[in-house]
C-alpha cells in the first residue's frame, strides 16, 4: 500500500525564524496533497493543500512545496510563532481515502 | 466557520463492551470518514461513506465495526465488541467532494479497559 513518512519527527526553531517540514510519499499516482496541524487533544486542521499540477501554493505565512520527481512535499511556515506549535501531518490522496504520516513535532522556542 | 462535532469526547468502556461514537458532519458535505489515531501512531482510516452506503474501508474496519447515519445530521460509528487495541481517539471527517478538503471533528478518546 501507500506510505508517506516524515523525514524528522522533531523540530525546535526560534520564534520568528522560518520552519520547513518535509515530507516524503511512495504512491506516484497520488494527485492531491493536504498539510494538517494537529494541536494536543485536538483533531488535525486543516493547513493548506495541493494538486499534483502544482509545483507550488502559498498562504498566510505558509507556503507548500510538490517535488514530483522526487515525490516530496514540504511545508514552509514563515515566522514562526508560539501557536504554531503542534504536530504536522502530511497526507496523501489515493482513491477516497488519505494516507497520513506519523508526523513532525514542531516546537517554537520563545 | 462550520465545524464536525463529535461526542463524547471521552468514552470509557469495558472490553467487550458495544460503543457508538456519535458524529455530526458539517451540513452541505456529502462525504463522511471515520479515522482512528492510536496513541503516538499515526492517523488511520477506517471507513468512507456516501450515498448512504460504505464507499471505501481499510483492513482496520472488520465485522466488529459498522456505520450509519441514521437522520440527516448524525454519522456514527458502532464498535460490536470492543477490545483493548481498540483504545484510540477516533476522529469523523467530511467533506463536499470526492476526498477534497476534509474537515476533521476534535475527536473521541476511546478508553477500552
Known amino acids: 500500500g501507500e506510505s508517506v513518512g516524515l523525514h524528522l519527527p522533531t523540530l525546535s526553531v526560534q520564534e520568528g525564524d522560518n520552519s520547513i517540514i518535509n515530507c516524503a510519499y511512495s504512491?506516484?499516482?497520488?494527485?492531491?496533497f493536504i498539510w494538517y496541524k494537529q494541536e494536543s487533544g485536538k483533531g488535525p486542521q486543516f493547513i493548506i493543500d495541493?494538486?499534483?499540477?502544482?509545483d507550488k501554493r502559498q498562504g498566510q505565512r505558509v507556503t507548500v512545496l510538490l517535488n514530483k520527481t522526487v515525490k516530496h512535499l514540504s511545508l514552509q511556515i514563515a515566522a514562526t510563532q508560539p501557536g504554531d506549535s503542534a504536530v504536522y501531518f502530511c497526507?496523501?490522496?489515493?482513491?477516497?481515502?488519505?494516507?497520513f504520516g506519523t508526523g513532525t513535532s514542531l516546537t517554537v522556542i520563545p | 466557520e462550520p465545524e464536525v462535532t463529535q461526542t463524547p469526547s471521552h468514552q470509557v468502556t469495558q472490553m467487550g463492551q458495544e460503543v457508538i461514537l456519535r458524529c455530526v458532519p458539517i451540513?452541505?458535505?456529502?462525504?463522511f470518514y471515520w479515522y482512528r489515531q492510536i496513541l503516538g501512531q499515526k492517523v488511520e482510516f477506517l471507513v468512507s461513506?456516501?450515498?448512504?452506503?460504505?464507499?471505501?474501508k481499510s483492513e482496520i474496519f472488520d465485522d466488529q465495526f459498522s456505520v450509519e447515519r441514521p437522520d440527516g445530521s448524525n454519522f456514527t460509528l458502532k464498535i460490536r465488541s470492543t477490545k483493548l487495541e481498540d483504545s484510540a481517539m477516533y476522529f469523523c471527517?467530511?467533506?463536499?467532494?470526492?476526498?477534497?478538503?476534509?474537515?476533521f471533528g476534535s475527536g473521541t478518546r476511546l478508553t477500552v479497559v
Open positions: 504512491n506516484s499516482a497520488s494527485d492531491y
Open positions: 461513506f456516501y450515498n448512504n452506503e460504505i464507499s471505501e
Open positions: 497526507a496523501e490522496n489515493s482513491g477516497n481515502q488519505f494516507y
Open positions: 495541493i494538486r499534483s499540477n502544482m
Open positions: 451540513s452541505n458535505h456529502l462525504y
Open positions: 471527517a467530511s467533506s463536499t467532494g470526492h476526498g477534497y478538503g476534509y474537515t
